[in-house]
Structures are given as C-alpha cells and as structure tokens.
C-alpha cells in the first residue's frame, strides 16, 4: 500500500494501480475532469526525440523507455505522424486506437502523374494526396494547408469535347487531402487533356495550382499488348518491344507519350513534348512545314468550347489564363520547382543573347550553370520518381551503367558513317528501327524537331519575330519536314531518358534523318529546358 499513490481524493487507490487519479472519493464517477497527458512535437515515427535525444539515444534508452506515452501534436505524412495519443514500443510510436494514414498510404507518392483512360471510359479513382505527400518530401514545395478546399478543373484538351461536360467526378465530394477524382472521356474520341488540382480558401480554379495530371484517352494499352521480340518486323500497331543494350534488359512503349497511333503521316502518332524533369506535357506540332502548335481547347459546361492556341511568331505572350505561355524563370539559389507545379502551362526557356551559340540552359536553376539542379527529379537508374511523367508501372527510359537504352543502334558505323544498318526511314515523317537476328526491334518514332531551351534565332516559331534576330522561345516546329545542315536537308528528333549528364545537359537519344547522307541514331546530351519526346519503358 505504500508504494501506492491516489491523486485528487484521501480514498485508497484500487488494488491494481500504483496510480489513481481521483476528484473525489465516490466509488463510481469520481470525476468531472480527465489525464492531460503531455503535449509533444515528436520528431519521427521511428525516433524517440525530443524525449530522448535522438542522436545519443542507445537500445538500452529505448528498451527502458517502452511504455511511454505522450500527445503527439506534429501532422506529417513525410515521417508518419498524425496528432493523437501515441505510445512508444521500443523501436516505433504506435498511435491508439488506430493509426493515423486513413487511406494516405506512404506509397501514394509515387502514384502516376499520367492516367490512361479507355475512349468512353472513366479513370480509375485518382487520390490528390499525391499532392499532399510531395510537398512534405520536398524542402523547396510549400506545404499544403489541409484545412483549404479543393476543387479541379480541366485546363485544356487538345481534341474538343475529348473530357465530356460532367466529365470530373469528385468520389464523395471534397474531403480535403484524402479526395479523390474520376475522369470520364467522350465516346468515340481519343487526345490529351491535363487537369490541375487547386487548393485554397474559395473552393474553385481561382485557387492555386498545386498539381496536375494528364489524361491519355487512348484504345492502347501497353499493358496487354503482346511484346515483340527480335527480328525483321515493322512497327506493329498495339506491341510493346522487348529490347536490350547488353547490360539491361527494356519493355518499350510502341509510341511517345500521348500519342494515338503510329502512323507516320498522322499527327497523332507525335505525343507529348516534355522538358526535362517536368511531369507535365506540352503539345507539338500542328501540321508540316508550320511554325503552329497543336490547337488546344478549354473545357466548357456547354457547347461553347474556347481555343486556346499558344502565341505564335508575333513577340508577344497570351494573357494570363489563355493557354501555353513562354517565360523566362527566376535565376536564384533556390530551385523553380514549386513554380512549375502551380504553372503547368508554361514552358521556361532561357534569353537568346546575339552571338552566342550556347544553348545551355536549365528550367529549374533558371541558368546555364545549372547551379542548383536537381539531377534525380525524375528518378535514379533503379528508382521511378514522383515526377516521373509516365503511365503507373512505366517510367522514363534509365541509361544502364555505361549504355543507352538504345545501344544495339547508337553510335554504329556498319554501313558507313551515318548509315546505320536496319534503321528505315519513313517519307520524311519519322524513324521504323526494324531488328535483325542478333537486334532488337525498336519500332516507329516520330520525327519532330524539340522545343527550344532558349529564345531559338531562326525563321518561324513561337513567340518572338525580330525582323533581323528572329527569336522562338517555345522552339521550332517544323515537325515531318526538314531543316538544313551544312547542306544538306535533315529531320531530327529527340527522345529522353532519366540520366544526366551533368547538371545542366541530360541524355537522349538523337534521331537524325538525311544529315550527312545517312540516318543516324547517336546519344547525346541536351539541355534540360529542352522540350523533347518522352517512349516509356516497364518499370
């Protein structure tokens, strides 16, 4: 009885407790007042700090601590923990009753920042907390308050009426971070659209952007298409290729990103154009021989669909709200990351400076330097990042240790130089990589020259048309037609991977048609405000 203790009352503590907190003596109720246990701002679900400093703490610490428990007060998803009551185990604080994540699984993190949907289909449910966990992981992205509404909206489309009227459900209405979306397309089409999350205090699209998804209406699913292995086969409609560089084995895609088909004289068959890094999509081209971009629509609630065609050759920018503009980004210590969520629908580029042939520039820096890249925004070679831009259970093509993902066709002079043996061209529309007994197939790749990184001195273009130093801060589009290099008439096209090269260049794969009197498939390096083409491979 002596080791004993009753608080609040003379009665003796019961039997069982050493401990027995009392207003009054009464047997049954005995209080109008609870245990205010201690407020506490723990560090870590796996920590012990601040209880226990974190870096001294020793397992004989942690073993004698077990039982502990405290009101946690720290809400992040980055280190598992939500305000409650947790106690501490040895190795890990448990909340009770239940644990804290409700559905905000950690893995959610690396949910696709693309959705394939059947055409007349609807997506699978996709939850917005993605949005929510990238912006804890990451230093340079605000946290995200989770007491503002969330509201979506289609912010364009690049085939009209491509996302029917009605076509964004909200699964059981707004419910903050843990809502979730559905997207329904229009029958009978297939395109592109991007839909933008926005959060704040009024509950519609005058709310920042916080993130946004693209919307690949397409019949192809690269997920049930048969592969195609080695041998003397065209590009076959619906496959994937099986390929390998020697070192690593790859699952390609049959087309771009974004694209509908690959047919080479179709635009359809171009996709996406992606700068390096970046999750979201700009359009190419709209014809041949044209310095226009695909026509993008907004999404209307009636039949009034509005174009919202970017800038083109004029020198100036579209009004805020009015579809792809081009920008200079801020050149500072910090990174452009966090601008580039909230504005999707600009394309950063770098200022032409006359008589400078340097092209170097990075988007995220906002310099030629690339100060203070990021070299891993879009994954490591074993590891698909949050802002990888493909399909769940794809990712952006990786270099092997020493080899591109293209190798068996990189860099071989079997037919002479430029000539590359099993690699045909299409018209002048793109690339048919067609395999051998001992090469992989690679199958069509449209041909479509890049998005400049910096304001591009040449004829055509988009955004700027100085009569004597023509500018094109968006790059040339000049898509299945040619371009003239020393001489000779050639079509290029680019195809990125997930590696750098340094901080300001990536890799890619260079597709050049007619240039030296030959086709020619080489791995360079380009900058990474480049617009180029993204061909997913299997996780």
Known sequence: MNAQVTVGSEANPVSGSLLDLKQNGNLGVNSNKGLGLPRVMLEDVLK??????????QQEDKDAHIGLMVY?????????????????????????????SDGIAPELLYSPNCYIVPPEGTSEE????????VSEYRDDIPDLNRDHKVSLKVLWQDIPDLIENDGIQLVNGDKGIYTKFKIKATAGKEGNALVALHVGTNGDDSDPICWAWHI????YDPNTATPTDYGQNAATNGSVYKQTNGERDYLFMDRNLGALNITPTDLGSMGLMYQWGRKDPFPAADG?????VRTLYEHKTNANLTEINEATGDGGLLPPGSGIKHLMPPSSPSSNLALSIENPTTFYYGSYIKGDSEYLFDWYSGDASGSNSDNQLWGTSDKKSPFDPCPRGWRVPAESSSKSPWDPYVNDYSNGPFGKAGVNTVGSNGFNIIGNASRPNFGYYAAGFPRSPKAFRG??????SDTTYPTSAGGTFWVFGYVTVQ??????????????????TAS?????????GGTEVSGTEIPKATGAFVRCVKE
């Open 508 to 516: 890619s794969m260079l597709l050049n048609i007619g240039g030296m």
């Open 459 to 464: 004829a055509g273009g988009v955004v700027g």
């Open 288 to 292: 041949n021989w044209t310095d226009d």
């Open 72 to 100: 946690n007060l720290k809400d992040s998803l980055k280190v598992g923990l939500c305000q409650g009551v947790y106690v501490w185990g040895g190795d890990i604080w448990t909340r009770i009753p239940t644990p804290c």
């Open 126 to 133: 996709i939850p917005v907390a993605k949005a929510y966990l």
């Open 216 to 219: 690949w209406v397409t019949d």
């Open 48 to 57: 012990m700090g601040p209880c226990i400093d974190s870096d001294i703490a």
């Open 487 to 504: 001489g000779q008439d050639q079509i290029e096209a680019y195809y990125w991977t997930s590696s750098t090269a340094n901080n300001i």
